[in-house]
T-cell receptor, first 115, second 115 residues
Framework: AQTVTQSQPEMSVQEAETVTLSCTYDTSESDYYLFWYKQPPSRQMILVIRQEAYKQQNATENRFSVNFQKAAKSFSLKISDSQLGDAAMYFCAYRSGGSNYKLTFGKGTLLTVNP | GAGVSQTPSNKVTEKGKYVELRCDPISGHTALYWYRQSLGQGPEFLIYFQGTGAADDSGLPNDRFFAVRPEGSVSTLKIQRTERGDSAVYLC?????????????FGAGSRLTVL
């Protein structure tokens, strides 16, 4: 079974600075998808960024980018120019590329943004 | 609707009672998912539907849990003889179809507290 590990229970960053959240995963599959979701106090999970394992190029969405290291099974999220609205729980998630549509989540990292 | 709607937002019940949690997915989305998020944890998969049928219910913890989607739209998660350990946020998500590339849209969840 796949596992997702987020080793940082909490992180903090100053407004306008850059922060990197770590995620590692364990799988024997070669085809899969990785996601970062944001969960603010409203509880609604919001997709931040997605990476297909077959793509070598790292995904980027505005201020959010990932460092995908397939051999190392690492998928970190970099948030540039941090804003107060970025404060939330961040979850890393894995999904198989086959017919298994379950998402496996890590335990999350609580990000605090200091003004 | 514009988003995934879950009701009730919060539910407090007594041990041993029966509970129903409702999910109204985005209109036209054929795939629907249920996840459970315990305090301090990432969401855990329960079940997903393609249309009216449960495509995978392997995450349901025991036979006290049951979910239906009779018309392929609204889904109800049913919990019999609730236990204190069932206390969690129950998240529903939907996607246009079952596909590895599809992104899930989550609702705000139903927080269940069993006293």
């Amino acid at each position: 079974a796949q596992t997702v590990t987020q080793s940082q229970p909490e992180m903090s960053v100053q407004e306008a600075e850059t922060v990197t959240l770590s995620c590692t995963y364990d799988t024997s599959e070669s085809d899969y998808y990785l996601f970062w979701y944001k969960q603010p106090p409203s509880r609604q999970m919001i997709l931040v960024i997605r990476q297909e394992a077959y793509k070598q190029q790292n995904a980027t969405e505005n201020r959010f980018s990932v460092n995908f290291q397939k051999a190392a099974k690492s998928f970190s999220l970099k948030i540039s120019d941090s804003q107060l609205g970025d404060a939330a729980m961040y979850f890393c998630a894995y999904r198989s590329g086959g017919s298994n549509y379950k998402l496996t989540f890590g335990k999350g990292t609580l990000l605090t943004v200091n003004p | 609707g514009a988003g995934v709607s879950q009701t009730p937002s919060n539910k407090v019940t007594e041990k041993g009672k029966y509970v129903e949690l409702r999910c109204d997915p985005i209109s036209g989305h054929t795939a629907l998912y249920w996840y459970r998020q315990s305090l301090g944890q990432g969401p855990e998969f329960l079940i997903y539907f393609q249309g009216t049928g449960a495509a995978d219910d392997s995450g349901l913890p025991n036979d006290r849990f049951f979910a239906v989607r009779p018309e392929g739209s609204v889904s109800t998660l049913k919990i019999q003889r609730t236990e204190r350990g069932d206390s969690a946020v129950y998240l529903c998500a939907s996607s246009p179809q079952l596909s590895g590339a599809n992104v899930l849209t989550f609702g705000a969840g139903s927080r269940l507290t069993v006293l």
